[in-house]
């Protein structure tokens, strides 16, 4: 078993946790989200978030409107929907419940 | 020096150097391929598009710089590898259900042509990737088969040739080296699926009971998936059968035409009656072009059925539209020459000719009667018959193929005081002459033996002669006053023969005839 991949496994599991908290901050770019994320160093590459995205908003959990910009076309503005924040709402608790467990049994 | 192209990504224009288009091309396309041509699928390129074409633009100095190399494998780092994009996606794709299904097919192995291990076309190296056997042995069974199989091997390896797609990007390229398909993998994949029908049996007899709905909905499932393995079974039986089909009819056909004389020639045993047809009635110069046509409007629904048994066999992308115009096309040209072969040929029947050959005066002889009977010239017995147009047979003698045509024979007045027999030739032909040649070609015997004639009862042709609705007419010229009996034998021959009590030529047999100012008048 290689560290790389459970490290990169364990990642893609709190990665969508990620883009909607993220969003549920403010609406967002792409490009914002990739900056971010690369920031908190979630993602390695950015090829992977573009079907994430999709399949987000197919969920229902995400919606995008399309905003002019002042260099090239327009682009693609994320705003994390009603579901969307419930379904968040939900990664929350499990999240803190995880967390709480992973220490509980670290200690 | 290097030539720059311009493109549009994502609503951006970009001038690129060519070998770095072909790189990102390359990327775009295998990840075309990955997420299909759905509308998901579009989305997501969309979006990568829209971000590729911003980095361009972040890097780029000024409107005027061009995209190079260097710049595209930047971008590609950026956003990763097909691999790198994949990998983490395959295991997002979860919703609930395991992994297995869309690992599996996307790792599933498909049919190319190798084109970096290629000698030829890649198709040794592809099935080697395909089968997982060393493509030392694939080549050499190649070979040795191509003797064996007298071409036929060289023919399939034309068809794979053309109709397997060649492994371009990489996805193709890691298709072509996916997971395993050989006799045991096929096993597994139908011990899966039978698995799978049996676990929703079993479910459903487990739950059966107080959730009706439920097992209903468990009953239509299992059905779906029984019915899921049942096509499957059916389709590799298909596959095989039509390859099997295709290659038996189509080695069968090419080489009784290549081999024999024609059609059905004598590769089989049986007589087909329509085996000589071509070699009788077309001229020699046309036959090779016959021959082709012929195969190619035969032979190609038999590739096509070919192709089709492959294709349900093995998994690979074809672009059916131009198989399937291109063998229209061809098979169209075929059809297209042998009408125009067939008016060439209508041509050869054009002009008839008559040709008034031969008048001869009996030698004299003692009574007054003159016998008339015949002969069978020909050895021929009906097993041997094939054809038979209206007064002309086409038999197999000594395995050689013969025209012979009856005769016709009449009786009429002399306008001189002798016996005289006229025989007349007719046939047609291309061009006049040709149609007087032919009919001089005719061969016919008629002896006379003091006060008997016997007459052949079959004209013949010379070898290689066409059929060219040759004729023969027989006139006996009887002066007044004078007798002729008529042979039993003369049936075959005899033909509306005109006489005053209108009797029947059958009934005319076995008597004498007298020639009265009337017309003929039986002797009692």
Redesign the interface.
Known sequence: MKIENTK??MR?GVLEYCILSLLSRNDAY??DI?KELKQAKMI?????L??????LK?AGLLSYRWEESK???P??YYTITEKGNNFLQELDHSWQELVDAVNTIKK | MKKTLTINI???IFHIDEDAFENLQNYLRT?NAH?GAGE?GR??IA??E??I??IF?EKLSSKDQVVNLEMVDKVI?????PE??FA??E??HEDGEPAAHSVRTHKKRRLYRDPDHRVFGGVSSGLSAYFGIDVVVIRLLFVLFLFVSAGFVFLLYIILWIVVPKAITTTQKLEMKGKKVNISNIEETIKDEYKEVKDSFNNMRDKNGPQVKDGFDRAIDFLGTALRLLLKVVIILLGIGFVIAGFVSLMGFIGSMIFAHSFFGSFTDFNFPGAILPKVFIDTTSITLFTISTIIVIGIPLLLLIFAGVKLLFRFKTNNKIIGLTALGIWLAGIVLLVVMSFSQVKGYMYSSTRHSDNFTLKTFQNDTLYLKSTDNIDYSYEDENIDLDRVKIIMKDDEEMIIGEPTLDVERSLSDHFEIKVRKKSRGRTHDRAVENAQNIIYKWTQKDSLVLFNQFFTLPENSKWRNQRLHITVKVPNGKVVYLGDSMGKIIHDIDNVTNTWDYDMLDQKWMMTKEGLRQVK
Not at chain 1, 50 to 55: D, F, G, H, N, V
Not at chain 2, 77 to 81: L, Q, R
């Open positions: 990169a496994q893609k792409a490009s990739i390695v590459v950015e090829g992977t573009y079907p994430l995205l999709t399949r197919n260099q090239g076309p682009r693609k | 994502s609503g951006n990840i997420y998901e989305e997501i979006d990568i829209a971000r074409s911003e633009q780092s950026i956003m990763g590898k790198e994009i983490t996606d295991e997002d």
